[in-house]
């Protein structure tokens, strides 16, 4: 007999078999199957000594979630409040269409000259589009999902071109 999964991060449903039980991270989106979008963060508690539960030298922590406990280090806390800080400072932060995680600006790519041909629609009698254009690209942090989007500035000039 078969069981079933939803997987949290992409809505996709995941079958397992009995035997070999379930997974612990989702096939489709690659995504750990446990402690959907949360992270507990706890202070070390001065009454224990430190480095209990690490090996000396190691900033690798075991953090409670509901579900049990989560490995993590230092270094990817320091990464998602990095991440967080960037996201804040973008005009733009579009949701991950794998994961739903909000996405990190990466960069600007023109598109255009002789490796681009505009397609002229009939009912415009121009191409929407400038030759060259610009697409912004987004990489999702948690899936590594990649998109791109109009620059607001080609957005402007297909509205304004749609428009006349």
């Known amino acids: ?15 397992w078999d009995e035997e070999i039980g379930p997974e612990s991270h989702c096939p489709h989106c690659e995504n750990e199957l446990g402690g959907y979008r949360s992270v507990e963060v706890g202070m070390d508690d001065p009454a224990e000594p430190s480095g209990t539960d690490n090996e000396e030298g190691s900033d690798e922590r075991w953090l409670e979630d509901e579900e049990g406990y989560t490995r993590t280090s230092r270094s990817m806390l320091a990464a998602g409040s990095v991440m967080q800080r960037i ?8 949701e991950c269409p794998s994961c739903r995680e909000y996405m990190l600006e990466a960069g600007m790519q023109t598109i255009g000259g002789d490796n681009f041909q505009p397609f002229v629609p009939e009912a415009t009698g121009q191409p929407i589009l ?5 697409v912004k690209w987004y990489i999702c942090p948690a899936c590594h999902h990649a998109s791109s989007q109009l620059a607001l500035e080609e957005r402007l000039h297909m509205l304004k071109k749609l428009a006349d």
């Open 87 to 94: 996201i804040d400072e973008q005009d733009e932060a579009p």
């Open 1 to 15: 007999m078969e069981d079933r999964q939803l997987c949290p991060w992409c809505a996709t449903e995941i079958v």
């Open 130 to 134: 400038p030759n060259p254009f610009h």
